[in-house]
């Protein structure tokens, strides 16, 4: 079946550090790619998505990019705040199967002033 | 505004009763969807709801019910059957099952105890 591996957290950084947060997915065909992030105590919200191979997406200063040839959707953002902590999922769907997401396992991203 | 509400936002009760978690949306999606979160651990699927009066088993629907009788509202019951009930759980939506943008509710946190 399909599925999505990230690294494992939590992932610790000075403000202003690069960030990278690694994610992988196992999928027959060609799904559409989303990061979503969880602030403490509140549900998900949709931090970026990509839909189709070489798709860079893009917000609030966050990027990644859809590489079919490496199945990868990593996430990065190159200068991280102390607001960017929270728990980011990486999660794939495919739109001919409705919108099941498929969730890899959170990462967790402190950021320290 | 527009948007999804989960109510309460915790919630405590004792082992052996069922307890019933709201969901609603004033988004005029037509899906609806219920995952759970374990601390540490992804999202799992629960049951989701591609229109009024239909919804289907996710992959961890043992010890769950739910109904859809209208549009807005997505309720979920946790019955005494489930086995591990303490948990938070996320309610979401979508315009419609080929749509692959979900947006998410702020979540409910239930402990049995």
């Known amino acids: 079946g399909d599925s999505v591996t990230q690294m494992e957290g939590p992932v610790t950084l000075s403000e202003e550090a690069f960030l990278t947060i690694n994610c992988t997915y196992t999928a027959t065909g060609y799904p559409s790619l989303f990061w979503y992030v969880q602030y403490p105590g509140e549900g998900l919200q949709l931090l970026l998505k990509a839909t189709k191979a070489d798709d860079k997406g893009s917000n609030k200063g966050f990027e990644a990019t859809y590489r079919k040839e490496t199945t990868s959707f990593h996430l990065e953002k190159g200068s991280v705040q102390v607001s960017d902590s929270a728990v980011y999922f990486c999660a794939l769907t495919f739109n001919n199967a409705g919108n099941m997401l498929t969730f890899g396992g959170g990462t967790r991203l402190m950021v320290k002033p | 505004d527009g948007g999804i509400t989960q109510s309460p936002k915790y919630l405590f009760r004792k082992e052996g009763q069922n307890v019933t978690l709201s969901c609603e949306q004033n988004?005029?999606?037509?899906?609806m969807y219920w995952y759970r979160q374990d601390p540490g651990q992804g999202l799992r699927l629960i049951y989701y709801s591609q229109i009024v009066n239909d919804f289907q088993k996710g992959d961890i629907a043992e010890g769950y019910s739910v109904s859809r009788e209208k549009k807005e509202s997505f309720p979920l019951t946790v019955t005494s059957a489930q086995k591990n009930p303490t948990a938070f759980y996320l309610c979401a939506s979508s315009i419609d099952v080929m749509n692959t943008e979900a947006f998410f509710g702020q979540g409910t946190r239930l402990t049995v105890v």
């Open positions: 988004l005029n999606h037509d899906a």
